[in-house]
């Protein structure tokens, strides 16, 4: 199947490393992010099944374009586009309170790297912080073992400076300062929660 970003381009599948022809030193990229992903999942379905929270990932908008029938039972897409650019990660309903968030992995140990945000990531968590929705970031340190929430007003003084010639990158002295450290339960990879009854 071929997907297309909105540009026309086709999407190109991460190459992954087979046998001993790659060194020991190649790095898969193709997988970044999933880590938090995965322990934000577990953490969300850990808060729904509880009854404390509804958090869900939010699908990609991919539009499908053609679509093989060899027979009804085996329909198989073999062209698709990324439809719209995709927002942020997660939102749901906490305590009556909208929460809209995403998140994001670093192997950096001094900083984080806007790059990692877009411009309509950063449109997306402006426009729900204005009508009250509890906008953030979940920012894992990989090397350091540290994962924050971080306050969207706190990113977009950071976005707003680098957009004006200032750095471009937040540093982790700040994250540490004004974030909330959130440390691993057993059953809760990540226990944001607590983290935004302080934001409430």
């Known amino acids: 199947m071929?997907?297309?970003?909105?540009?026309?381009?086709?999407?190109?599948?991460?190459?992954?490393?087979?046998?001993?022809?790659?060194?020991?030193?190649?790095?898969?990229?193709?997988?970044r992010g999933m880590t938090l992903e995965e322990e934000l999942n577990q953490s969300n379905t850990y808060y729904e099944t509880r009854g404390l929270a509804v958090v869900h990932k939010k699908p990609t908008?991919?539009?499908?374009?053609?679509?093989?029938?060899p027979k009804r039972s085996a329909a198989v897409i073999k062209e698709a586009y990324f439809s719209t650019a995709s927002t942020t990660d997660y939102n749901g309903v906490y305590r009556g309170h909208y929460l809209d968030f995403d998140a994001k992995e670093t192997?950096?140990?001094?900083?984080?790297?806007?790059?990692?945000?877009?411009?309509?990531q950063i449109d997306h968590m402006r426009a729900c912080t204005a009508q009250g929705g509890i906008c953030f970031a979940i920012i894992k340190f990989v090397s350091r073992h540290e994962t924050y929430l971080y306050r969207a007003e706190d990113l977009f003084t950071f976005w707003d400076q680098q957009i004006?010639?200032?750095?471009?990158?937040?540093?982790?002295?700040?994250?540490?300062?004004?974030?909330?450290l959130l440390p691993a339960q057993l059953q809760l990879p990540v226990p944001y929660l607590k983290a935004v009854d302080q934001l409430l």
């Open 61 to 69: 908008p991919i539009q499908i374009v053609k679509v093989d029938y």
């Open 164 to 180: 004006q010639g200032g750095r471009k990158s937040v540093p982790y002295a700040d994250i540490a300062a004004k974030g909330i």
């Open 107 to 120: 192997k950096n140990k001094s900083s984080f790297p806007l790059k990692n945000f877009h411009q309509h």
């Open 2 to 31: 071929t997907i297309r970003y909105p540009n026309g381009n086709a999407y190109q599948t991460p190459v992954t490393p087979s046998g001993p022809k790659f060194p020991s030193s190649y790095t898969n990229y193709g997988k």
